[in-house]
């Protein structure tokens, strides 16, 4: 297959460094091979492309000729892309193994193909620079890359021979295509390699390749055991690769096309599991739990097209904890018939800050109002914090008003305080770098309690005991004494 290999990600800059997070979050002991990935979880932002609810996207009009085109005469059936061992005890495996390591895990050169589209690359000598945490195991053990074959084992005309990093510490992740290590050079090869930081959403630009077809990072988009098959884990949060025979095009969030089939797919295409089909849910014809639980994030977070292969292969990870004798049918329940292809492009509408308001906007001293955020669209996974802040000191509201996941507005409270004239200050809301502002008005308070001290002034002596205060309440407002009863007057 066609690829071209990603240039260095110019301009990245100002890692996170989440020490004490991430170190929390590291195996015992590194470098491991398919550990558990660090959290927080899911790996990318919430709102990144992997992480994004599709369930209420629109479809494509050209949903069914898509999928007729992946049928290809006949009925797909899908089919998990991974598993354990071939056999007991093999050196070839399903899936793909991935590698977890620290930031003390030394920097590889690696030697690239296309060495003028890949991270890790000094562009005047066109070689490779330390910049890959490719462990020592993944030179003489099994198991470390794609195919299984240890890193000496020139597979590269035989498989795609990934080899995928996860820097547990700093959140980093790094995906190598088609490597070889050469024992006489002590020196590792490569058809191209991708850096990510698992802490933003950078997207290769237009054009580009990563270690995959589509320009995508591998990593994110595998179906997990850690996550399938720990009742713990209530839901998958992240859409998974797949592949197609063919494609055309590519289409957001997608960078790079690897054919010009007509009739197929875009390299970036998302599918998404019907919800009903004949009047019944598709996800429920397994009765295995992790079955369903990754036919339920297909649902709600689809498929994405990022390379080219075997129509309807659902990607995964290595783990010899997988059971192909119950994944096998389970998936093969379902067909490409049973999906739809969502609108190609689409991306979610972005969420800013459409208004703050409070009601009412004037309020006499020691009341409260409710005040209103409102986005223009729903919340993102995880909902919106929205900061607030008050000018004038007239009020005072929260530090924040958190906007559910789903939802397009929150309320908060306005608390008044107690001026002694009219005060109008400005109610602040920012979100996503946008501030809207509007104005919040307090009246005096005439009825507003007043304490009056009846204590002696002078206070009291270095070294006495003072005496409890003794205050009187009354209102602000004049009280005349009671006359005599013969000089009240009647009234009328």
Not at 7 to 16: I, M, N, P, S
Not at 421 to 427: K, P, Q, W
Request: proline letters at 8%; charged letters at 15%.
């Amino acid at each position: 297959m066609f690829r071209v290999a990603a240039r260095w990600l110019t301009g990245v800059a100002g890692f996170l460094l989440l020490a004490s997070t991430a170190f929390a979050q590291c195996p015992a002991a590194l470098p491991v091979q398919g550990a558990a990935p660090p959290g927080p979880l899911p790996l990318f932002p919430a709102d990144n492309w992997w992480n994004t609810d599709i369930s209420a996207a629109p479809v494509d009009p050209a949903s069914a000729n898509y999928i007729a085109f992946i049928n290809n005469g006949g009925t797909r059936k899908l089919h998990p892309d991974f598993g354990g061992e071939e056999s007991p005890g093999s050196t070839a495996i399903y899936g793909f193994p991935y590698a977890v390591v620290d930031g003390t895990q030394a920097k590889q050169a690696v030697t690239f193909d296309y060495w003028d589209e890949s991270d890790g690359v000094d562009y005047n000598t066109t070689l490779g620079v330390p910049f890959y945490p490719i462990p020592t195991q993944a030179i003489t053990q099994a198991h470390w890359i794609e195919g299984g074959a240890r890193g000496t084992v020139d597979d590269r005309s035989d498989s795609d021979r990934h080899l995928l990093i996860i820097d547990c510490e700093n959140r980093r992740l790094y995906e190598l295509y088609n490597v070889w290590y050469s024992q006489a050079e002590a020196r590792w090869y490569g058809g191209s390699g991708a850096y990510f930081d698992l802490t933003r959403n950078d997207r290769r630009p237009e054009g580009w390749t990563s270690a995959d077809a589509a320009g995508l990072a591998i990593f994110p988009g595998l179906v997990r055991y850690d996550e399938a098959a720990d009742p713990a884990v209530s839901e998958i949060r992240h859409a998974f690769r797949v592949t197609v025979r063919a494609s055309n095009g590519h289409v957001y969030p997608a960078s790079h096309t690897a054919g010009s089939t007509s009739g197929a797919l875009p390299m970036g295409a998302r599918l998404r599991l019907k919800s009903s089909v004949n009047g019944a849910d598709p996800a429920l014809r397994t009765s295995d739990p992790a079955a369903r639980k990754i036919f339920r994030a297909m649902q709600k977070y689809g498929l994405i097209v990022a390379d080219n292969g075997s129509d309807m292969y659902i990607s995964g990870t290595f783990d010899v904890r997988w059971n192909n004798d119950v994944l096998n049918p389970a998936f093969g329940t379902l067909t490409a018939n049973d999906f739809e292809v969502v609108k190609l492009g689409w991306k979610p509408t972005a969420v800013a800050l459409s208004a703050v308001s409070a009601n009412p906007s004037t309020v006499p001293g020691g009341q409260t109002a409710t005040g209103t955020v409102t986005l223009t669209a729903p919340a993102p996974a995880g909902g919106a914090t929205v900061t607030l802040s008050g000018a004038g000191g007239a009020f005072s509201v929260p530090a924040s008003v958190q906007v559910p996941a789903g939802a397009s507005r929150a309320e908060f409270t306005i608390t008044a305080g107690y001026p002694t004239v009219s005060a109008a200050g400005t109610l602040s809301a920012t979100y996503a770098g946008v501030t809207r502002t509007t104005v919040f008005t307090v009246n005096p308070n005439r009825g507003k309690p007043m304490v009056c001290d009846l204590r002696e002034p002078g206070g009291v002596a270095t070294g006495a005991t003072a005496a409890p205060a003794v205050r009187a309440i009354r209102n602000q407002r004049a009280v005349r004494p009671p006359q005599p009863a013969h000089t009240r007057s009647r009234a009328k």
